[in-house]
């Protein structure tokens, strides 16, 4: 287990019933490693608003972000005529989400998915094909991989700690330096105001 406390992994991924065994198999590795499966909508949120807004809801409110891309459309190359297959629209949509809220962005593969030009711009992918002698040869590089994106929201969430402490002490010393000085107008005024009584 990577983490004492557990993190907060949104989950991008396909809700097909195609796809449950390897989401499950790619959850069952996150959990192993102290990461807690979070926040897709329509498997672990649900509510009466635009599912976008929910996913941006559910993507700030989580340490990282791990995309399980599975095969779900065709896509042909006009000029090479190579066809692959990539996951759905939804899944780019959320990792655009996640690099855009500064969250470390975790992929995991199904073998045989193209997971197209956006993600190997922003993150190292790992491919699994579903088996657990595929896991045990590529284990110590998942573990790497999620280890660095579990530190890198821990240093994320310093840095948000330091800074609101940072921005409460100007506060504070802004309202002390605001009380002082009126103090002293005040002062100013009872000693030049020669019908201020004194006593």
């Not at 983490?3 to 996150?30: G, P, Q, W, Y």
């Amino acid at each position: 287990m990577l983490n004492e406390k557990f993190m907060r992994a949104f989950i991008s991924c396909s809700l097909r019933k195609e796809d449950k065994e390897f989401v499950d198999f790619v959850e069952s590795i996150l959990i192993r490693n102290g990461i807690e499966p979070f926040g897709t909508v329509g498997k672990y949120s649900a509510g009466p608003v635009n599912p976008t807004e929910l996913m941006r809801e559910n993507i700030a409110l989580a340490d990282i972000t791990v995309i399980i891309a599975t095969k779900r459309y065709e896509q042909k190359d006009i000029l090479s005529g190579k066809v692959s297959y990539g996951p759905s629209e939804m899944i780019h949509a959320e990792v655009a989400m996640s690099f855009m809220a500064n969250k470390p962005v975790v992929v995991i593969a199904q073998q045989g998915t193209d997971v197209g030009s956006f993600i190997p711009n922003i993150t190292q992918f790992i491919v699994l094909d579903g088996t657990y002698e595929d896991l045990k040869h590529k284990e110590i590089l998942i573990k790497s991989l999620l280890k660095n994106a579990c530190e890198m929201a821990g240093n994320a969430e310093d840095s948000e700690v330091s800074a609101e402490f940072v921005d409460f002490i100007i506060k504070a010393l802004a309202v002390i330096g605001g009380a002082a000085i009126l103090h002293d107008i005040m002062n100013t005024k009872k000693q030049t105001n020669p019908l201020v009584n004194p006593n």
